[in-house]
C-alpha cells in the first residue's frame, strides 16, 4: 500500500565543539527529524518516525509500528540499544506518536484535501514512421495537483521499463500539472497494454488498457471501409462514364 508522508514538526539541535583558540571549524553536529506517515484510506494507522543525524550521516531511526529504534551505523546501534532498554524513552515515543502524529493527522489532511485535483487519464495510440512494427502509445494525465504522480507501464500483467520515456511534470495555467509517458514497443496478436496512473488524489490507482486485438479489429474494419469506399467510388465512375457515353448516342438524345 501506498504511503504519503506528512512532515508535522522539524526539529534541529546543533551542538557544536570549536577549539576557539585555533578558529577551525571541526566540531559535532546533530539534528533530528520528527514525521509521520498516513497510508489512504486507513486514517488511524498513522506512522510515527525519528530519523537521527549526527555529523551529517543517519545514524538511528525510530519507527512506532516497529515500536523501536534501530541503529544504522555502529554508534547508532550502540545508542538504539540502550534507549530500547530505556521506559522513559519508550514511554516518551508513544505519548509523542498520539501527540504530534494522531491528533494533528486530521487536521493536516483536511487541509491537503482541500487542494487537491484528481488527474484526468487517456491512452492513445500513435504510429511511428520509424518502423513499420513499432507502435507508440502515449499515456497523458491531466489537471492534476499536487505535483507529485507515477505512471507505471505493463504488458500482459508484468512491469515495463525498457521503451519508457517520459515528459517533464508541465504546468498549466490554472496551477495544475499535466504529464505524458511514453511507450514504444512491437505489438503482438493478443498483447494488452496497462497504463497505471498513482496520485495522492485518487483513493485506487487509475488504470487504462489497451488491446492489440481490439486495435487489429478496428484497423481491419477501417481497411474494410476504405477499400468499399475506393470500389464504390470506382463503380460510381464506370457508370456516370456509361451513362455518358450512352447519352452520346442520338437515339439517346431523341428519347431525352
Known amino acids: ?79 538504539a540499544s540502550l534507549l530500547n532498554e530505556d521506559q522513559h524513552d519508550v514511554l516518551q515515543r508513544k505519548v509523542e506518536w498520539q501527540l504530534i502524529c494522531v491528533d494533528n493527522v486530521q487536521l493536516v489532511l483536511n487541509a491537503t484535501e482541500e487542494n487537491i485535483a484528481e488527474p484526468s487519464v487517456s491512452l492513445q495510440l500513435v504510429e511511428t514512421t520509424s518502423s513499420r512494427e513499432d507502435n507508440m502509445l502515449v499515456c497523458s494525465a491531466y489537471d492534476f495537483y499536487p505535483q507529485n504522480i507515477r505512471v507505471t507501464w505493463y504488458l500482459n500483467g508484468q512491469e515495463v521499463t525498457s521503451g519508457v520515456t517520459s515528459s517533464d511534470v508541465l504546468t498549466n495555467d490554472d496551477w495544475t500539472y499535466q504529464v505524458h509517458s511514453y511507450l514504444e514497443f512491437t505489438p503482438g496478436r493478443h498483447d494488452t497494454v496497462t497504463c497505471m496512473v498513482e496520485h495522492v ?42 451513362y455518358r457515353r450512352k447519352c452520346c448516342d442520338p437515339q439517346c438524345s431523341n428519347a431525352l
Open 1 to 79: 500500500m501506498k504511503r504519503f508522508t506528512y512532515l508535522l514538526c522539524l526539529c534541529v539541535f546543533p551542538s557544536s565543539v570549536v577549539d576557539s583558540a585555533e578558529g577551525d571549524a571541526d566540531g559535532f553536529f546533530m539534528h533530528v527529524n520528527f514525521w509521520c506517515a498516513v497510508y489512504p484510506g486507513e486514517q488511524r494507522q498513522v506512522e510515527y518516525l525519528i530519523d537521527w543525524y549526527f555529523n551529517k550521516e543517519f545514524t538511528m531511526q525510530y519507527n512506532s509500528t516497529v515500536g523501536n529504534w534501530t541503529g544504522l551505523t555502529p554508534a547508532g546501534t550502540i545508542t
Open 201 to 242: 488524489s485518487l483513493k485506487e490507482p487509475r488504470i487504462q488498457n489497451w488491446e492489440s486485438s481490439l486495435y487489429e479489429s478496428e484497423r481491419s474494419s477501417v481497411i474494410g471501409g476504405v477499400f468499399a469506399l475506393v470500389f464504390g467510388a470506382m463503380f460510381l465512375s464506370f457508370g456516370l462514364f456509361h
